[in-house]
């Protein structure tokens, strides 16, 4: 018998209120796109990751989308057009006091609960999954000084890179010294605030939207290790606790894999469920938690590091 591939998922409903659709491929105008038992006909191009009406709106229309309103129509959109910021400005829902309790029901996590990782005991209680000294200059004239102290820490620590240039460098003074300035020109390249989160669970942190700021409170609020998701492919590391970039598209993670650590894509495209994927991803955790494997940022040693700074931060 032979089986069968399904079909790839070709548009993503985040949430059942919501009166758009995003392309998870490009779209093209004049194509009927089947969702829940309905189809569209698109009217216009719509590029992967862009969002297209499920519905007729009029000027001043509401767009809702991870179930709340993100924005409003400035022009008529028709069913199967591309949203742009030529048709929609932002806006939301005005804030509001808590009118009741809202109540969660936590997944059954059992079977994890005997599942451990090798990382480090300190005397606070607190555990880590990295040992690093972090020295901080309070004046920038001593940044010069700090990167000599990490060279000296790295060599004597059996860290540092391998010194690939030395050779070379060592190569063209001997042909110096002996008059070989012919050889030399063949030869000769140039080388190249926060506080800390207390309870078990998901901790909702007030950090900055900048990248490496908000990576940054979150491992300062005892973070031991970052699950950094991205739909661009942005490179954000730390040199406090391993980030782990998850690609949020199969496109990206196969363009940019030498930053991306795991692809989450399958998801969207139908190949794997929340769970399977969440499951890759725990024991992926633990593996680099216990120093088994390094994150792409880790072996890349993108120690990105920005205190968070008060205003808006762009």
């Not at 009217?43 to 519905?55: G, N, Q, R, T, W």
């Not at 040693?301 to 205003?311: A, L, M, N, S, V």
Request: charged letters at 20%; glycine letters at 8%; a neutral charge.
């Amino acid at each position: 018998m032979k089986l069968i591939a399904p079909m790839p998922k070709r548009v993503l409903q985040l949430d059942t209120r919501d009166n758009v659709l995003i392309a998870l491929a490009d779209l093209r105008q004049g194509e009927s796109i089947a969702f829940a038992g309905k189809q569209y006909l698109l009217v216009s191009d719509i590029p992967a990751k862009h969002k297209f009406a499920m519905e007729d709106l009029a000027m001043g229309g509401e767009i809702m989308m991870y179930g709340v309103l993100v924005g409003k129509s400035v022009k008529p959109i028709p069913r199967g057009d591309r949203l742009t910021t030529g048709n929609v400005q932002h806006d939301a829902s005005t804030l509001h006091e808590q009118t009741g309790e809202y109540r969660w029901q936590a997944p059954d996590t059992s079977k994890w609960w005997q599942r451990t990782f090798l990382g480090y005991h300190r005397a606070d209680g607190q555990v880590v999954t990295r040992n690093y000294w972090l020295v901080v200059a309070l004046v920038f004239c001593e940044n010069r000084n700090i990167g000599v102290l990490m060279l000296a820490f790295d060599e004597e620590l059996g860290f540092a890179a391998p010194q690939v240039y030395r050779q070379q460098v060592a190569d063209l003074a001997r042909l110096c010294r002996e008059g070989k300035t012919e050889e030399i020109a063949t030869r000769a390249a140039f080388a190249p605030g926060a506080e800390y989160s207390t309870e078990p669970g998901l901790n909702l942190q007030c950090t900055p939207g900048n990248d490496m700021e908000c990576v940054t409170a979150q491992v300062g609020a005892r973070a031991r290790v970052v699950l950094f998701t991205t739909g661009l492919g942005t490179p954000t590391g730390n040199p406090s606790a391993p980030v782990i970039r998850l690609s949020k598209n199969s496109t990206l993670a196969e363009r940019m894999s030498d930053i991306i650590d795991l692809d989450t894509g399958p998801i969207i495209s139908g190949k794997s469920t929340i769970e399977q994927m969440g499951e890759n991803i725990l024991d992926f955790v633990i593996q680099v938690a216990s120093g088994q494997v390094h994150s792409k940022a880790e072996f890349k040693g993108q120690t990105d590091f920005i205190p968070w700074k008060r205003g808006v931060s762009l």
